[in-house]
């Protein structure tokens, strides 16, 4: 299993910013995938996360309060991405984001991106 998250950076406070995540190694459509982040200081915490593509009603999606109706998570099957758009930024959303998936013995966890947002 291998998770390359791109796509982070600095942007000001009301900003935008996509993060995406490559996975290979396993049989994406078949997993659930998830954003997680961890600002300094502070516990890792999720931040949203989606179904698996498996099923006709397609994929649940489930958000952290604190970023709801501000983030959305999508993923794209045919590339085996999943993708975190980030709008209105705040400076409480700086931390290091991380891609996740996860079966029943284990969790698997990329590099993380730094998402730095300023007032």
């Known amino acids: 299993v291998q998770l390359v998250e791109s796509g982070g950076g600095s942007v000001q406070s009301g900003g935008s910013l996509r993060l995406s995540c490559a996975a290979s190694g396993f049989p994406f459509s078949y997993y659930a995938m998830r954003w997680f982040r961890q600002a300094p200081g502070k516990e890792r915490e999720l931040v949203a996360a989606?179904?698996?593509?498996?099923?006709?009603?397609?994929?649940?999606?489930t958000y952290a309060d604190s970023v709801k109706g501000r983030f959305t998570i999508s993923r794209d099957n045919a590339k085996n991405t999943v993708s975190l758009q980030m709008n209105r930024l705040k400076s409480d959303d700086t931390a290091v984001y991380y891609c996740?998936?996860?079966?029943?013995?284990?969790?698997?966890w990329g590099q993380g991106t730094q998402v730095t947002v300023s007032s």
């Open positions: 989606i179904g698996s593509a498996i099923g006709s009603a397609g994929p649940s999606t």
């Open positions: 996740n998936t996860f079966t029943l013995r284990d969790n698997y």
